[in-house]
């Protein structure tokens, strides 16, 4: 009988400093499990603003295409041959205002993909992040505007929305 009551109470007392050591260990665990979190999110997020960055370098590619094939148009003879016939530059004004409006949606959704990115990045303080972000942003929007510029010329002057 004593023996058992003994081993109870000494149980009774591991189990009692058991009980705050798990409760401790618990609470540090969590720390932990918080702080890995936080880690996977940044790298995510560090993952998910290069794929942007490298999708925006993509657009700007693309831009430049759409510049070269522009001036290619432009410098065609069979085009200034067809301008003598109505129709025909009718058709490319409205060509180059399609691809103005294209070209102003496209600008429109990546300026406001890189200010959400940048305040992503705020968030996280990444300072490096967030200065690449407006340096790729800065370069869209020159490459951008100048294709603004020329799309604009390109129409004989006309803006989208004039009819």
Do not use: Y
Request: with cysteine; charged share 30%; net charge negative.
């Amino acid at each position: 009988g004593e023996e058992d009551g003994g081993a109870s109470v000494e149980g009774g007392e591991e189990n009692g400093g058991g009980r705050l050591l798990a409760e401790r260990s618990s609470t540090e665990l969590q720390d932990i499990e918080k702080e890995a979190q936080r880690d996977v999110a940044r790298r995510r997020l560090g993952r998910r603003m290069e794929e942007l960055i490298e999708s925006e370098v993509q657009v700007i590619l693309a831009i430049d295409r759409l510049c070269e094939l522009l001036r290619g148009l432009a410098e065609d003879p069979a085009l200034r041959l067809n301008m003598h016939e109505q129709h025909a530059s009718v058709d490319a004004v409205t060509v180059a205002m399609a691809l103005c409006e294209v070209h102003e949606m496209l600008r429109g959704q990546l300026a406001s993909c890189v200010s959400d990115a940048a305040s992503f990045a705020a968030v996280f303080g990444d300072v490096r992040t967030r200065q690449s972000l407006g340096e790729w942003h800065s370069q869209f929007e020159a490459v951008a505007s100048r294709t603004s510029v020329m799309i604009h010329d390109r129409a004989g002057g006309r803006v989208v929305g004039d009819r």
